[in-house]
């Protein structure tokens, strides 16, 4: 149960942080440059963790997890 909250969080705070980095520089972006600023956040400060995934895992962890997610903070901010 801890360990959900736990990986909740830590993704919500990663969206959080994309989505402002996003919208500093534009206020539309599309899918691939979504994922693209999500790859480049999480290769900056989070390296350990993101290197964990090869490219047929990362993707639909992205897209399950992440991309839905980034999309609608984009939309409310």
Same mark, same amino acid.
């Given at each position: 149960m801890y360990l959900i909250l736990i990986v &909740?969080? &830590?993704?919500?705070g990663i969206i959080k942080e994309v989505v402002k980095m996003v919208f500093e520089t534009q206020v539309y972006a599309d899918k691939d440059e979504l994922r693209m600023a999500v790859e480049a956040y999480?290769?900056?400060n989070h390296a350990e963790y993101f !290197? !964990?995934?090869?490219r047929t895992s990362w993707l639909p962890f992205y897209e399950?997890?992440?991309s839905s997610e980034v999309s609608i903070f984009?939309? &409310?901010v």
């Open positions: &909740f969080i &830590f993704l919500k999480l290769n900056g !290197s !964990s995934f090869d399950k997890n992440i984009l939309v &409310f």
